[in-house]
């Protein structure tokens, strides 16, 4: 038998070559699936990659919403309270607005003077040209003038001590008594809401027993004397209407505007009380202007002497002893605005001395 022919004696290397073969297509399909394995995995990891940022770019969307949603929740919120707040102060004005009212409308003790109506009954009354209010004859040969203010608290000594003799001497026909009204002469407040009531009463023919009523109140109640719902009360009582637009009307502010050009002109005019005898001031020898009661009186009994009209007799209330002082004031005051008893300024409760 031949070595050759034998197949156990074949060479190895031709015996085994298909089994190589095998092995370097096995290894081969190793390396690709390796190889595949690598790129898929190189593919996913890229997948992987590029999914991330648009994931980020889907959460980052999703951040803004809720960024967009967390303002739009504050500004509701703001307006809430806006809405709140505002809620808040329209109430308060509200309440503001009628406890005003309600306080306003409430009526104030506003005695009239006993005697303040039986004191010019019988007495003529009427008004001047320049539409001051006048007690007795206009025509009388002998006019005596009183500049004065319901805010000055000399005012009101001087009619407290002057105002019956004054009165007596009209009812016996001997002078014709004139109020020249002015206002903002005094510390009293609300004055021209006095004198504008003042002038209200005078177009009724009640001027003179208001005019009682207004220094009274002022001594009894001083800085609150010419309260709003003090006025109306006081007129009321005296039956004289307040409420028909006299108050701010142009005739009432053409005769107070009147009287205030009066007594910038008057010679001899150096404040409130100011007293005139046919239009002058008395002074005395040295010219000094008169303040004594009694000398004033003296002097209003001379020029009814010297003009042959008659005299009254001086009652007691006459020779009593009033020297009140004159209060200082400038001679022009500016203009203020208008005062009603409707809408006055609120006064305060502090006195303050009269300037």
Known sequence: MTQGN???????????????????????????????????????T???????????????????SRAVERKQEREQ?????????????????????????????????APVPENAVARYADIEQGQTQEGYPVLGDPN?????????????????????????????????????LIFVPLYGTGSVTNGEGAARASMCALQQDKFWAFQDALFNWQGLYVNQAFTANRLQSGAGALNIDLRNGCISSAETSQVLATARTAAAGLLNFS?????????????????????????????????????????????????????PAVEATEPAVAATPEATPEAVAEPTAEVTPAS
Request: hydrophobic fraction near 30%; proline fraction near 4%; include cysteine.
């Open 46 to 64: 890229q997948s992987e990659g590029s999914a991330e940022p648009e994931r980020r770019s889907t959460g980052g969307g999703g951040g803004g």
């Open 140 to 176: 009388s040969p002998v006019r005596v003038s009183m500049y004065s203010s319901f805010d000055c608290t000399h005012c009101r000594e001087f009619h407290e001590g002057y105002q019956q003799a004054l009165v007596e001497r009209v009812k016996a026909g001997s002078m014709a």
């Open 6 to 44: 034998n197949p156990k004696n074949k060479n190895p290397k031709q015996g085994g070559g298909s089994g190589n073969k095998a092995t370097e297509q096995k290894r081969s399909t190793t390396n690709v699936e390796r190889t595949f394995t690598s790129k898929s995995r190189v593919r996913k």
């Open 77 to 109: 919120e703001r307006q809430r309270r806006r809405l709140t707040i505002g809620g808040i102060v329209i109430g308060g004005i509200v309440l503001l607005v009628v406890f005003a009212l309600l306080v306003t409308s409430i009526p104030a003790d």
């Open 271 to 323: 404040g409130t009380p100011t007293i005139t005898i046919n239009g002058v001031v008395p002074t005395d020898a040295e010219g000094v202007v008169v303040t004594d009661r009694d000398a004033l009186i003296a002097a209003i009994d001379a020029e009814i002497a010297r003009l042959g009209t008659g005299g009254a007799e001086a009652t007691p209330e006459a020779t009593a002893e009033a020297t």
